[in-house]
């Protein structure tokens, strides 16, 4: 037999009002109104995560990037913010990035990397030498000491020219031909007979032999005109060539001291590189420059499609300026698309339909124009979107960047560009659920070599004077970056005690104060309507009051099936097996606490402890082992001088949607003990708490909202001053019950019992003293009597079938329960 539990024996002490809720002391918080306090500037209580965003910010090693989990609302992501741009100011500004055309690849855009600003200056040098040369240049060529050389070199080939001609004319005459010039253009060669050419009758009358000969000289100044015609052509390209060296040196000689100009403004060596070639360019294609015939505009003027645009080779593509950047950059991407973070290669159509670009369309994401400082965005978002995690780890792990265009038509593009990649030195913060850390940490394994650093903010901290403080200079904040009404001691003190309730515990604060923000707007809001000067207690609470009135509508009509019998709930009287058991509902916006009938029966049997929540598939399992813990209590309690043959079963009554959790296991070994020992229980008393296999009761969640859901429907139907729940030990520093539930605890209307051990609770629900399986007339001595009792008589059945089961069937089921 089972001892009696020394804690059974402790008498049962009933809370007072001022154990039910913690309240602030207003002494400690030393101001009048919030408007005398500096704005908090801190991330306070978040020591473990800040320390992590410290490491993880100051190493410039590869992998070190953070991940930043248990982050909620803006307010909290704005201290991160913050965070980053402190460390930011304190390190040196990048420089700027741009694509300029490759002059031996064009496909190949190059990259330069310049000083901070230097990017806009080189762009705008590029435009004004451009436009200067447009307008020089073309006035060069009409230079009269220009025209002059030109001319002179005309006129030597044009005598060069003549005197070809001049020899060949008289070539052929001596071969007997004259030269004459069709209508067309064609050279004729026309044969003579002396000085006069000859009729068609006379070539016709020449013998055979003398018009083969007259063919042999015409072929031989046939071949002597191709001659002359192929030195004609040399001649012409001598001076092509010729006019364009005169070309090049006059142009250089304008084009030169201005690229030295760039030069001595942009001394670094590639850009130079890159100006040198843009001089051979300019000087290679000079018939850019020359002034052209007008033409007459076209009948639908459309734009010149991308490569058709003029001087386009020598424009700047400006990727990243960081020209009015003070310290490192800190970009925050609410949108981590593809496009977003890694930039693109815009395209247009042309006027074949075909999809092409050119280098000025690159356009940086903002990891290029985040690098040498940090980016923020939610992990979470970018998974989502296509082959943005593939492409952001490749990039973290080259520390490259390659722009590449996101389109997907791409199958059908012309005009590709692979663009020269650019380094970047990026600290990538991104935030998401602790369940999304551990889901990569585990199936990815590059995960855990990028992102090496866990920042984990936490729900909670202690309960301490600077603490509390902190939740002051927060509102201090909130009220002058959002215009609202400053808040005196009291209303302080509320919100700080709602920060205690929002974490069920008299000891600590809810440290992330995007929870809090909200009811703050809101008690401003309803002070304003009040005409009030500063925001107080009343103001606060009628906040919260509103919030749950907004959200509580299901809660409402669950009160009201009670009211009106439709789900049975008794607040008062006596039954047998019956006990009010509490749950709490999850609405996402709102929790509340619901009554629920917990009965049990039990009869001569083996099948055990039958959960009937679990036989229809109501059940969780963690409900599930709440019961096996029960049997395991009845066996170490009763079991020890016979088998424990029974058939019992719990039920909740009128539960419909599933049960889970392990916080109604007292209760419902309450109701089963008071079946055996055929004890009524107390209807107006409402039970929670989980119990282990030696009748411990156990901490539950939760417990403001039960005691408020019972107290609620015994307020509705009129307090009698007997009622109450009764609640773990445990439970008592997580207390912040309402204000009018605390009203009634003072008043003695209402009642709250902590206890320690299940034999407490049998004493409060039946009045009859639990004592031991030894002592007549006690709750464990009435139930030891009955399980006996249950054993004679399976014995006194023999070899009949139990509960409808064979014998053997009937033993295994047993043991099994």
Not at 329 to 350: A, M, N, Q, W
Not at 682 to 709: F, H, M, P, Y
């Given at each position: 037999?089972?001892?009696?539990?020394?804690?059974?024996?402790?008498?049962?002490?009933?809370?007072?009002?001022?154990?039910?809720?913690?309240?602030?002391?207003?002494?400690?918080?030393?101001?009048?109104?919030?408007?005398?306090?500096?704005?908090?500037?801190?991330?306070?209580?978040?020591?473990?995560?800040?320390?992590?965003?410290?490491?993880?910010?100051?190493?410039?090693?590869?992998?070190?990037?953070?991940?930043?989990?248990?982050?909620?609302?803006?307010?909290?992501?704005?201290?991160?913010?913050?965070?980053l741009r402190q460390r930011a100011a304190?390190?040196?500004?990048?420089?700027?990035?741009?694509?300029?055309?490759?002059?031996?690849?064009?496909?190949?855009?190059?990259?330069?990397?310049?000083?901070?600003?230097?990017?806009?200056?080189?762009?705008?040098?590029?435009?004004?030498?451009?436009?200067?040369?447009?307008?020089?240049?073309?006035?060069?060529?009409?230079?009269?000491?220009?025209?002059?050389?030109?001319?002179?070199?005309?006129?030597?080939?044009?005598?060069?020219?003549?005197?070809?001609?001049?020899?060949?004319?008289?070539?052929?005459?001596?071969?007997?031909?004259?030269?004459?010039?069709?209508?067309?253009?064609?050279?004729?060669?026309?044969?003579?007979?002396?000085?006069?050419?000859?009729?068609?009758?006379?070539?016709?009358?020449?013998?055979?032999?003398?018009?083969?000969?007259?063919?042999?000289?015409?072929?031989?100044?046939?071949?002597?005109?191709?001659?002359?015609?192929?030195?004609?052509?040399?001649?012409?390209?001598?001076?092509?060539?010729?006019?364009?060296?005169?070309?090049?040196s006059f142009s250089a000689m304008i084009?030169?001291?201005?690229?030295?100009?760039?030069?001595?403004?942009?001394?670094?060596?590639?850009?130079?590189?890159?100006?040198?070639?843009?001089?051979?360019?300019?000087?290679?294609?000079?018939?850019?420059?020359?002034?052209?015939?007008?033409?007459?505009?076209?009948?639908?003027?459309?734009?010149?499609?991308?490569?058709?645009?003029?001087?386009?080779?020598?424009?700047?593509?400006?990727?990243?300026?960081?020209?009015?950047?003070?310290?490192?950059?800190?970009?925050?991407?609410?949108?981590?698309?593809?496009?977003?973070?890694?930039?693109?290669?815009?395209?247009?159509?042309?006027?074949?339909?075909?999809?092409?670009?050119?280098?000025?369309?690159?356009?940086?994401?903002?990891?290029?124009?985040?690098?040498?400082?940090?980016?923020?965005?939610?992990?979470?978002?970018?998974?989502?979107?296509?082959?943005?995690?593939?492409?952001?780890?490749?990039?973290?792990?080259?520390?490259?960047?390659?722009?590449?265009?996101?389109?997907?038509?791409?199958?059908?593009?012309?005009?590709?560009?692979?663009?020269?990649?650019?380094?970047?030195?990026?600290?990538?913060?991104?935030?998401?659920?602790?369940?999304?850390?551990?889901?990569?940490?585990?199936?990815?394994?590059?995960?855990?070599?990028?992102?090496?650093?866990?920042?984990?903010?936490?729900?909670?901290?202690?309960?301490?004077?600077?603490?509390?403080?902190?939740?002051?200079?927060?509102?201090?904040?909130?009220?002058?970056?959002?215009?609202?009404?400053?808040?005196?001691?009291?209303?302080?003190?509320?919100?700080?005690?709602?920060?205690?309730?929002?974490?069920?515990?008299?000891?600590?604060?809810?440290?992330?104060?995007?929870?809090?923000?909200?009811?703050?707007?809101?008690?401003?809001?309803?002070?304003?309507?009040?005409?009030?000067?500063?925001?107080?207690?009343?103001?606060?609470?009628?906040?919260?009051?509103?919030?749950?009135?907004?959200?509580?509508?299901?809660?409402?009509?669950?009160?009201?099936?009670?009211?009106?019998?439709?789900?049975?709930?008794?607040?008062?009287?006596?039954?047998?097996?019956?006990?009010?058991?509490?749950?709490?509902?999850?609405?996402?916006?709102?929790?509340?606490?619901?009554p629920s009938r917990v009965t049990a029966?039990?009869?001569?049997?083996?099948?055990?402890?039958?959960?009937?929540?679990?036989?229809?598939?109501?059940?969780?399992?963690?409900?599930?082992?709440?019961?096996?813990?029960?049997?395991?209590?009845?066996?170490?309690?009763?079991?020890?001088?016979?088998?424990?043959?029974?058939?019992?079963?719990?039920?909740?009554?009128?539960?419909?949607?599933?049960?889970?959790?392990?916080?109604?296991?007292?209760?419902?070994?309450?109701?089963?003990?008071?079946?055996?020992?055929?004890?009524?229980?107390?209807?107006?008393?409402?039970?929670?708490?989980?119990?282990?296999?030696?009748?411990?009761?156990?901490?539950?969640?939760?417990?403001?909202?039960?005691?408020?859901?019972?107290?609620?429907?015994?307020?509705?139907?009129?307090?009698?001053?007997?009622?109450?729940?009764?609640?773990?030990?445990?439970?008592?520093?997580?207390?912040?019950?309402?204000?009018?539930?605390?009203?009634?605890?003072?008043?003695?209307?209402?009642?709250?019992?902590?206890?320690?051990?299940?034999?407490?609770?049998?004493?409060?629900?039946?009045?009859?003293?639990?004592?031991?399986?030894?002592?007549?007339?006690?709750?464990?001595?009435?139930?030891?009597?009955?399980?006996?009792?249950?054993?004679?008589?399976?014995?006194?059945?023999?070899?009949?079938?139990?509960?409808?089961?064979?014998?053997?069937?009937?033993?295994?089921?047993?043991?099994?329960?």
């Amino acid at each position: 037999m089972a001892e009696k539990n020394p804690a059974a024996a402790a008498a049962v002490r009933e809370l007072t009002a001022e154990e039910a809720r913690r309240t602030v002391d207003l002494s400690t918080l030393p101001f009048a109104t919030t408007a005398e306090l500096p704005p908090l500037t801190d991330l306070v209580g978040q020591e473990r995560a800040v320390q992590a965003l410290h490491t993880g910010l100051g190493m410039d090693q590869a992998g070190y990037h953070i991940f930043v989990c248990g982050l909620e609302g803006t307010e909290a992501q704005a201290q991160i913010v913050a965070l980053l741009r402190q460390r930011a100011a304190s390190l040196p500004t990048p420089g700027d990035w741009v694509y300029v055309h490759n002059f031996r690849n064009p496909d190949q855009p190059q990259a330069l990397a310049l000083e901070p600003g230097q990017g806009r200056r080189l762009q705008h040098d590029m435009e004004r030498l451009v436009a200067h040369l447009r307008e020089a240049l073309p006035k060069a060529f009409r230079e009269e000491a220009f025209e002059r050389e030109q001319r002179e070199l005309s006129e030597k080939y044009e005598r060069e020219v003549r005197q070809l001609q001049e020899a060949f004319a008289r070539f052929a005459r001596e071969r007997g031909f004259a030269l004459q010039v069709d209508p067309m253009g064609n050279v004729l060669f026309i044969p003579l007979r002396g000085d006069r050419p000859m009729t068609p009758e006379e070539v016709q009358q020449l013998s055979e032999e003398q018009r083969r000969e007259l063919g042999q000289r015409e072929a031989e100044v046939l071949r002597e005109f191709r001659n002359v015609m192929v030195r004609q052509r040399l001649l012409m390209q001598q001076l092509a060539e010729e006019v364009r060296q005169i070309e090049r040196s006059f142009s250089a000689m304008i084009i030169a001291p201005m690229i030295g100009e760039l030069k001595r403004r942009h001394p670094q060596a590639h850009v130079q590189r890159y100006l040198d070639a843009v001089q051979e360019h300019m000087l290679s294609h000079l018939d850019r420059f020359k002034e052209r015939a007008p033409q007459p505009p076209p009948q639908l003027p459309l734009p010149l499609p991308p490569g058709e645009e003029p001087f386009l080779e020598y424009r700047i593509n400006v990727l990243v300026d960081n020209s009015d950047t003070q310290g490192a950059p800190v970009i925050v991407e609410d949108t981590p698309t593809y496009k977003s973070l890694f930039g693109t290669i815009d395209r247009v159509v042309d006027p074949h339909g075909r999809l092409v670009t050119n280098f000025t369309r690159i356009k940086a994401g903002s990891l290029l124009r985040a690098s040498g400082g940090f980016i923020l965005f939610n992990l979470e978002d970018a998974l989502t979107e296509p082959l943005v995690w593939k492409t952001l780890k490749r990039t973290m792990q080259s520390r490259q960047l390659k722009i590449e265009a996101y389109d997907p038509f791409a199958l059908f593009t012309i005009s590709a560009l692979q663009p020269e990649p650019i380094p970047i030195q990026t600290k990538i913060v991104v935030t998401g659920h602790p369940w999304l850390y551990y889901l990569l940490y585990f199936l990815d394994p590059d995960f855990q070599h990028l992102f090496k650093i866990k920042a984990d903010f936490g729900f909670d901290m202690a309960r301490t004077a600077a603490h509390e403080a902190s939740y002051a200079h927060f509102i201090a904040r909130l009220c002058r970056d959002e215009n609202l009404k400053h808040f005196d001691r009291s209303g302080v003190a509320a919100v700080i005690e709602y920060g205690m309730r929002r974490v069920e515990d008299q000891e600590k604060l809810a440290s992330q104060f995007t929870v809090l923000a909200d009811v703050v707007r809101e008690a401003s809001f309803l002070a304003a309507q009040e005409g009030a000067a500063v925001v107080g207690r009343r103001h606060v609470e009628q906040a919260l009051q509103a919030r749950t009135f907004r959200a509580n509508r299901l809660e409402e009509k669950v009160r009201e099936l009670i009211l009106q019998g439709t789900v049975l709930i008794d607040t008062e009287g006596r039954r047998v097996g019956q006990v009010n058991g509490l749950s709490v509902i999850q609405l996402g916006d709102h929790t509340f606490g619901r009554p629920s009938r917990v009965t049990a029966t039990a009869a001569m049997g083996r099948s055990g402890i039958i959960n009937i929540e679990r036989e229809a598939r109501l059940s969780g399992s963690t409900h599930d082992k709440g019961v096996l813990i029960l049997a395991g209590y009845l066996r170490q309690m009763y079991a020890q001088d016979k088998p424990l043959t029974l058939s019992a079963s719990l039920c909740f009554e009128q539960s419909y949607s599933g049960v889970e959790g392990d916080s109604a296991s007292s209760t419902e070994l309450y109701a089963l003990l008071s079946r055996l020992a055929n004890l009524p229980v107390r209807q107006d008393l409402a039970v929670t708490g989980s119990v282990n296999q030696w009748g411990d009761i156990q901490a539950i969640g939760g417990v403001n909202e039960k005691i408020e859901g019972f107290y609620d429907v015994c307020t509705e139907r009129g307090l009698t001053g007997t009622q109450g729940v009764i609640i773990p030990q445990a439970n008592v520093r997580h207390l912040m019950l309402r204000p009018d539930v605390v009203e009634a605890i003072r008043a003695g209307r209402f009642h709250i019992y902590p206890i320690t051990h299940v034999d407490q609770g049998l004493e409060l629900l039946t009045g009859v003293p639990a004592g031991d399986v030894h002592t007549p007339g006690t709750v464990h001595y009435l139930v030891n009597a009955r399980l006996q009792q249950l054993a004679r008589d399976i014995v006194a059945f023999g070899e009949r079938s139990v509960d409808g089961a064979k014998p053997a069937e009937a033993s295994e089921t047993g043991s099994a329960s």
